[in-house]
């Protein structure tokens, strides 16, 4: 199975960029890398996903190495509303299934 | 556009009792999911459903059942709750766990509720 190496926390000032690294070095050649939120005690929001190519959409970039071993989100001016917990996930489990594990996250705090 | 309804979003049980976690989603989704969420901990999977009249263990599935009602309907059921069982639930659904032409082929992208805060003392 594909894991997810995130830090636990960052800080980041308000209008600047937000870059949130993950590593995956053990990621499989068809599994994609995905970005979610979570605000507060909401529900997980979906950002972004890709699988080699760098993507971008009106939320943010994702930037995938070459190597497919690392991946970094970046959100280009964070607000102080970007404050959350950001999962980055593969697919986990055995060929057929495509569910979707959620580890702690790095829970990102925007500051004025 | 609702999205993901779940009902209720607060619940308080006594240890025994019995409830249904109720997830409706409006976006003819395939695949159904829940969730679980403890204090400081990232989002485990109690059970999905691929597709309309199937369902699957995911990777906490003890103490719970499913139903997959219909397309739009998913319901988690607790027989016994115990406390271990206090949380926060949230049901997701997806186009399809194989993904879409949307979001590419092999692609998962999940659409999640606000979630249910279960109690069980």
């Known amino acids: 199975d594909a894991k997810t190496t995130q830090p636990p926390s960052m800080d980041c000032a308000e209008g600047r960029a937000a870059n949130l690294p993950c590593n995956h070095s053990?990621?499989?050649?068809?599994?994609?890398v995905y970005w979610y939120r979570q605000i507060h005690s909401q529900g997980p929001q979906y950002i972004i996903h890709?699988?080699?190519n760098n993507e971008t959409n009106e939320m943010a970039s994702l930037i995938i190495t070459e190597d497919r071993k690392s991946s970094t989100l970046i959100l280009p001016h964070a607000t102080l509303r970007d404050t959350a917990v950001y999962y980055c996930?593969?697919?986990?489990?055995?060929?057929?299934?495509?569910?979707?594990?959620f580890g702690k996250g790095t829970k990102l705090s925007v500051i004025p | 556009n609702a999205g993901v309804t779940q009902t209720p979003k607060f619940q308080v049980l006594k240890t025994g009792q019995s409830m249904t976690l109720q997830c409706a989603q409006d976006?003819?989704?395939?695949?159904m999911y829940w969730y679980r969420q403890d204090p400081g901990m990232g989002l485990r999977l109690i059970y999905y459903?691929?597709?309309?009249?199937?369902?699957d263990k995911g990777e906490v599935p003890n103490g719970y059942n499913v139903s997959r009602l219909n397309k739009r309907e998913f319901s988690l059921r607790l027989e016994s709750a115990a406390p271990s069982q206090t949380s926060v639930y949230f049901c997701?659904?997806?186009?399809?766990?194989?993904?879409?032409?949307?979001?590419?082929?092999?692609?998962?992208?999940?659409?999640f509720g606000a979630g249910s805060r279960l109690t069980v003392l």
């Open positions: 976006m003819n989704h395939n695949s």
């Open positions: 890709g699988l080699k």
């Open positions: 053990t990621i499989s050649g068809n599994e994609y």
């Open positions: 996930i593969v697919r986990v489990t055995g060929a057929g299934s495509y569910q979707l594990t």
């Open positions: 459903s691929a597709s309309e009249g199937t369902t």
């Open positions: 997701a659904s997806s186009e399809s766990q194989f993904g879409s032409w949307r979001t590419g082929a092999g692609a998962n992208v999940l659409t």
